[in-house]
Structures are given as C-alpha cells and as structure tokens.
C-alpha cells in the first residue's frame, strides 16, 4: 500500500519501454514506475496485464483513467489508434479506447501520419504537443532525436510537415550486426574523431559504405580505438541526417527535445553549424502531452 | 570411394561458407564440395576438422597440397596470414603454413592492406590474381560486388589502390534487423523501383536514413510491395555507392567479378551511367587464382 491516489495515469508506451505516472488533475506526477516490457515483445493479449504489473498499487479508487502514447497504439500494438494527418495539430481528437478490465479506462492518443512524402509518427506528436503546452505561440523546427529522429516544422499551433531519418536505428544495427562490431566494444567516447566525421558525413555521405569499411580496416592495421570507431560511426551518420535537414534548420528557430548523450551529440552537430537549439527535457514534454489529451478528454466529457 | 586423385586441393574459406576443389597439376577441377561452416562459426582448432570433412574422400595418397584463400587468413581464422601492402602485385609471396596433420600441407595466402585510405581485403586478392591470369595485360578497373564490395584499380598486372564498400552487409543488417523487417518479407523485384532508388541515392545519398524510414512509412500508408521496398533498399545503397565511387568508373574500362543477382544489379546500375562492364564469373577467376598461387609455390620449391 503507497498512498498513491491518482486521478489519472499517464502512460508512454514504446517498442522497447514502458513508463507510467500517477497523475494529480493539475498534471503533476505523483509516482513513477517502469518496466522493459516494450509493445515490440508483447502479443496483443499481454498489454493489460504488463501495464497492471505496474500500476497496480495506484488502482483501487473507483475507475481509472489511463491516457497512453507511443507504439501500444501501432497495428502490432494493444489497439490501433490510427493516424491523424497533417498539417494540423499534434493532438487530433479522438482517443482510440482499448480493451480492458472495468476498473481502468484505457485510451490511446493517435499517430501522425503525412502523405507526401510518405512519413509517420507515433509517440512523437505528444511530445509536440506537450512542447508547444510549455512554450505556447512557438514557431519553429523541433528535432527529436532518437532510434527514428523527427524534424517537425510548427506555425500556429500545428505541424505543418516532418520528416524521419532512421539513424538511431541504423546506428544500432550497424554497431551489433556488422563487422564493425569487433571494433566499437568497449566504453569512451572520442569528440575530436565525432567532429571529424561530422563533417565528413555532411560533406560526402555518399562514401558512407566507404568510410564505415574504414573504421574496421583501420582497427585492424593501426588498433583505432574502440572510443574514435564509436565516435565515428555516429558523426558520419548524424552527419548525412544534419546535411539533409539543412533546409529544416538554416535560418530557423530549433529546439531540440531529448536527453543524455544522443540529444548532447545533436547539440554539439547543430552548434557547429551555427544554430544554437535550446534542449528540452523529453519526460517533461511528454507528460505536458498527456496532460494536454487529458484536458481535451475531460473537457469533451464536459460538454 | 570416389577414384578422384587430386595434384593439389584449392580452397575458398570464406565468413560464411568453404568451398574446395580437387586440382589437377594444369588447374583443372576435378570434383568440388562444400560446406556452410564458414571461418565465424569456427574456433581455430575446428578448422582442420571441418576441412577434412568435405575434402576426406580425396586423401590417402601421400601428403596432399592444400591452398586456402578467404577468412580462414583472418585473425580469428585458423592461422594468421598478414596483408601484402599496395601498389603491390595482387598475389605476394609467402603463403602462411597452417598447423595440420602430417599428410596435409596447408598454406593460406595473404590478403592486401593499403595504408592511405586504411583498407584490406581478403579473398579477393586471389580472384583480382585469376583475373590477370585469364586476362594477361590488363589495366582498368575491377569491381567485386558482395558483402565488402571491393573497386580494385590494375595497372602493369599490380593493384595500384582499392576501395571497400559495406554495401552488401549494411543491406542484410537493415533488411534483418530494423523496422524495415516488416516490409521486405516475401520475393520478387521491382526493376522500376530499383531503378528509381538508385537515381535517388546517386543525387541525394545524404537523405539515406529518410528514405528508408519512407519505405516503412509507405508500406504503412499505402501498402508499399515487398518487391519494391526490397528494390528501393538496394537502390539507395548501391546509388550511393556507385555516386562515391564514380573516379573509378568514370572513363575507365571496368570489369565485373561476380555471379547471380547482385552482380546484375551492379552491371545495370553502371550501364544506367553508360558504362558497359564486362561479368567474370567469380568462381573462375578464384580457381584461377589459386592455381596462380599453386604455380608460385612449385616454382618456388623449384629453384
């Protein structure tokens, strides 16, 4: 027994995390749990009951509200929650309810999804969200770092387009099921070698295949150290994403959502091309989303 | 029982596969065999073992030649055996002895390193050797598709500089083991969008990462073909790779080694930039060149 009585529970739901917060109304966290129970090793029957291994100690008062985002609401997911489309705001009506015991109130915040070109989120669009409740008014370009980084223009209060690189995810693959494996294990981090392939994955990304093929070559012939191979490997890849966003942060107001290391590195990337991106915390933004569907559910309610 | 009586026994030994021939003294083939226990899935001291199995049948008549090339050569292989440095002529002296029973006489053959740019190879230094055999005189400009696509400049029967592409194995890391997974299953090409891709990734090879979280988000939106997520795929690696390796196909006389697929892709993708380059099976220019490194050895102990 906790003591912990939410109003309602605020959930982000990944491929590889899952994290829920015990909410007051007024939207601060009273407790937070989380487990590696991820939707991507989850069957669809498994969601309710890996969410209750967690929240359970907050249940008990009557029906609870739990407002989630992030992959549970794929196809693959608990329920699919769909795609709102832009422009238009990151928080389209109309949460996706999913199956469950009658003592909680599942809903799913839906996905944005753009036909031209073709791109998705899911998960993202709540961070805009809570971005753009923290800092209303705001105009400009958010880059979200991450395994799919997003580039997501605002006016008004609505996305107006983005754009998903694959880099997190490539930068994994590559690190655990390619030859490069052998040279980055280890701990460390080179920053002069992660400027130099910065540079030299803006300026020639199409040597890419080239340059990766390097690194194990040169840790063959002259025991590069597994700290420059790591650097490398992301600057020449963060790199190629900086020169295709360019027309995303030339000229613009950035800001950048994340933390740790990955989001210091995007930093570090725009900062040498003369943007100075404020940073903003992801946790914070994401439960300021939560909050702002919470606002709409309950308001919708009210009418 | 199998009457066949070999002068030598040729051997390619590479990370995923070992294929032997029993050889004539002239470098005729008389029987072949092979196995998947490729040089990853060995310890040092199985090597001998998972060559006996495949090649048994041939022994017994006294102590038998063996010359292996491939990642046998490797450090992790079953005996070390170095790197000739370039400009240099594709088959150096000093075959390596690997450790063996008395009635085998093991030699692995060196691979090439080349200090500036830091590259190496291993395998293919044999198949650039066969080619100059079956092709005396020639200069130009050879490319070997694969895991580890190799451009390999010749000039007055050396390797005058090489160039290494992690094209294929960047290709099978994405395909297995990113979200793209879940729109390449199945089979089928589509040359229109290989074709496509490839425009794409020669003008824009910065946009990778995009382009392949695209393909995800088209088969999501759309429904995007396997066959044309799986041609798009490689398009965008080959296009990039094609793009940064344009001083060595740009006016030179180019030769292909290789068979199946890949290679075809590479012959198209060069014939779309008017370039029509000659295909040599890969397999004979390795026969070849292991019977280059045969006649080296005998005349060798000759003089």
């Keep these: 027994m906790t003591g912990v009585r939410p109003d309602w529970i605020a959930v982000d739901w990944g491929t590889s ?3 829920a917060w015990a909410m007051t109304e007024a939207g601060e966290p009273l407790a937070e749990a989380r487990s590696d129970r991820g939707m991507g090793r989850l069957r669809r029957e498994d969601f309710e009951g890996a969410l209750r291994d967690i929240i359970g100690d907050w249940l008990g008062g009557g029906r609870m509200p739990v407002l989630i985002c992030g992959m549970a609401g794929a196809r693959q997911g608990w329920a699919e929650a769909g ?4 422009p238009g705001p990151p928080l389209a009506k109309g949460l996706t309810p999913a199956p469950s015991g009658p003592d909680l109130d599942v809903r799913i915040v839906p996905g944005l999804a753009q036909d031209d070109p073709p791109d998705v989120m899911r998960g993202e669009e709540t961070q805009v969200a809570g971005f753009l409740a923290l800092n209303p008014g705001w105009d400009g370009v958010l880059c979200l770092p ?8 605002l006016s008004a209060g609505e996305v107006v387009g983005f754009r998903s690189f694959m880099t997190g995810e490539l930068y994994a ?3 655990a099921h390619t030859v490069l494996r052998h040279s980055l294990a280890g701990e460390g981090w080179d920053e002069g070698a992660f400027a130099a392939a910065l540079t030299e994955g803006m300026a020639r990304p199409e040597a890419l295949a080239s340059r990766l093929f390097a690194i194990r070559a040169e840790s063959l012939l002259t025991a590069l150290s597994p700290a420059a191979a790591r650097a490398r490997l992301s600057g020449l890849l963060i790199g190629a994403e900086i020169q295709a966003a360019r027309g995303w942060w030339l000229g613009e107001r950035v800001a950048l959502i994340g933390t740790g290391r990955l989001a210091g590195h995007y930093r570090a990337a725009l900062a040498m091309q003369g943007v100075d991106a404020a940073l903003t915390d ?3 933004v994401t439960l300021a989303g939560l909050q702002a569907a919470r606002r709409e559910q309950t308001g919708e309610r009210g009418t």
Excluded at 83 to 86: C, E, G, K, Q, T
Aim: no cysteine; aromatic share 10%; proline share 0%.
């Design 17 to 19: 995390n899952l994290r």
């Design 83 to 86: 795609y709102a489309r832009v």
């Design 146 to 153: 991450g395994t799919h980084s997003k580039w997501v223009r």
């Design 173 to 175: 693959a590559i690190a």
């Design 282 to 284: 992801d946790t914070a």
